[in-house]
């Protein structure tokens, strides 16, 4: 099957929407040869195209964007950069070596993300200071035990808050405990991608609002757009959980559709109100919980619901009545800020498989893929697309064994088992949520 512009949609998510109107630069068309395609510009994709153009100086490599820049995942995340996952339930000393792989991958984004802000000196909100895991309800206070014995085990610089020092910096009293991890940064999504791509090396070539329409492998690859098509000896796939639409992993990988609002900005009235951290993030301790931020301009952005809809952002009416969750969540945490409105609702995809593995390697003779990192692929994707071009362009590395050493994913059913499936199981991500959420 062939696909069209139409299967590519997108629309407004605020992140993207405080920054100026974005224009597209370049464009394809007629029959074109390339050495090296990258499909998707978002982190994964990025990060790969930035390496595979210092790899290969004399090639061009050419990345191809369905959408413009920022209006995939990475440009409409909630812009946790994670240094250090949470993995729930009671430590299981015998999976350190995991979760310390998994933590070398993290960090490796992290300071991959790092390193090319300050190169490329972008004004993203990016602060490395870490960010806070809370606890609202009976569940997620006793998760903090848990993830508390996991980080001393693994020896995380870590601090743990109770009710009172969560409320001075945050000004709320619904957190009963929390915990501040040192390794990990926060960020502006949408900020970011633009400009990873604007200083993206002379030798990538981004071309967006151009899908992919087909993808044929074999001993040619060939791309179908809707202008032309390329033919290209070596392909990434950074498609996220859009590539099952070009025919790859297609029991593998499935998408969980989020939405989240922001406030306008706030007075200094009302800053004042929220303790004594100017800027913050705080991810829950439960798996189902809310997202929640205050962002260097000023806002609270809160993020908290996840659902199955087909891998499809919501529609205007879908998003109208989950802001009725999101208001509930935000007055619970802030009744002093009670009058204060929301400006902008979003929703978003995040790519995910059955059991929580992410993808790397290679799915055919030269055509690559990474993805499917659930809500951890600011950094994770990052790390596995820089490290994706390393490993196509026959380097090794041990960031490659990392990335090669996840388990493998699980197969999914099809439809319509797969959509009864998944709805249970985001669903069962909100068991037990109650104050967290
Ligand atoms: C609401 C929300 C909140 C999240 N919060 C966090 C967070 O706080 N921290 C965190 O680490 N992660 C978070 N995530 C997850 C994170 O955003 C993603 O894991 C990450 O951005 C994935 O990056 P990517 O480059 O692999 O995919 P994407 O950013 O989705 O990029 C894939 C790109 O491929 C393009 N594409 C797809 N198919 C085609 C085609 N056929 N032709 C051409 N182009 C194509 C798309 O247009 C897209 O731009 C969140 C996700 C959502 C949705």
């Known amino acids: 099957m062939t696909l069209s512009s139409r299967d590519f949609p997108t629309d407004q998510h605020g992140w993207s929407e405080l920054l100026p109107t974005r224009q597209q630069r370049q464009s394809i068309q007629g029959r074109v040869r390339a050495r090296?395609?990258?499909?998707?510009?978002?982190?994964?994709?990025?990060?790969?195209?930035?390496?595979?153009?210092?790899?290969?100086?004399?090639?061009?490599?050419?990345?191809?964007?369905a959408r413009l820049v920022g209006q995939g995942a990475s440009g409409r995340n909630s812009g946790f950069a994670v240094g250090v996952s949470h993995f729930p339930g009671?430590?299981?000393?015998?999976?350190?070596?995991?979760?310390?792989?998994?933590?070398?991958?993290?960090?490796?984004?992290?300071?991959?993300?790092?390193?090319?802000?300050?190169?490329?000196?972008?004004?993203c909100q990016w602060d490395t200071s870490g960010f806070h895991h809370g606890a609202a309800d009976i569940a997620s206070v006793k998760e903090q035990k848990y993830f508390m014995d996991y980080l001393n085990a693994m020896e995380i610089e870590h601090s743990s808050l109770d009710q009172q020092a969560m409320q001075s910096r945050f000004g709320t009293t619904l957190y009963k405990a929390g915990v501040h991890v040192r390794p990990g940064a926060l960020v502006q999504p949408a900020t970011l991608v633009r400009g990873l791509a604007d200083g993206l090396p002379r030798n990538v070539r981004l071309i967006e609002n151009c899908p992919v329409l087909k993808?044929?492998?074999?001993?040619?690859?060939?791309?179908?757009l809707a202008n032309g098509e390329i033919t290209a000896d070596n392909l990434v796939m950074a498609t996220n959980y859009e590539a099952p639409k070009l025919g790859f992993l297609r029991r593998r990988l499935l998408g969980s559709t989020l939405s989240g609002s922001f406030t306008r900005i706030l007075t200094a009235y009302e800053l004042a109100s929220l303790g004594s951290h100017k800027s913050w993030g705080i991810i829950s301790l439960h798996g189902g919980g809310a997202t929640l931020r205050l962002t260097q301009d000023g806002r609270i952005c809160l993020r908290n619901t996840a659902e199955y809809s087909g891998a499809a952002l919501l529609s205007p009416l879908e998003l109208?009545?989950?802001?009725?969750?999101?208001?509930?969540?935000?007055?619970?945490?802030?009744?002093q800020l009670a009058h204060v409105p929301f400006e902008y609702a979003w929703s978003g995809v995040e790519g995910m498989s059955g059991n929580g593995m992410n993808f790397f390697g290679q799915q055919a003779k030269n055509i690559y893929l990474a993805g499917g990192y659930n809500g951890s692929g600011v950094s994770r994707g990052t790390a596995f697309g820089q490290t994706l071009a390393d490993y196509a362009s026959g380097g090794q590395s041990g960031l490659i064994t990392d990335c090669l050493s996840s388990d493998r994913a699980t197969w999914l059913p099809p439809r319509p088992f797969l959509d009864i499936g998944a709805m249970l199981k985001i669903s069962a991500r909100f068991r037990g949520v109650g104050l967290d959420r």
């Open 36 to 65: 090296w395609v990258v499909i998707g510009a978002g982190l994964t994709g990025l990060a790969c195209s930035r390496r595979l153009a210092e790899l290969h100086p004399n090639d061009e490599i050419l990345l191809l964007d």
């Open 90 to 123: 009671i430590f299981k000393a015998h999976e350190k070596v995991n979760f310390a792989r998994v933590n070398r991958i993290n960090q490796a984004g992290l300071s991959i993300l790092d390193q090319q802000i300050n190169i490329l000196a972008i004004d």
């Open 215 to 224: 993808v044929q492998s074999g001993n040619t690859i060939k791309l179908q």
């Open 320 to 335: 109208k009545s989950r802001q009725t969750m999101h208001r509930s969540s935000f007055e619970k945490r802030f009744p």
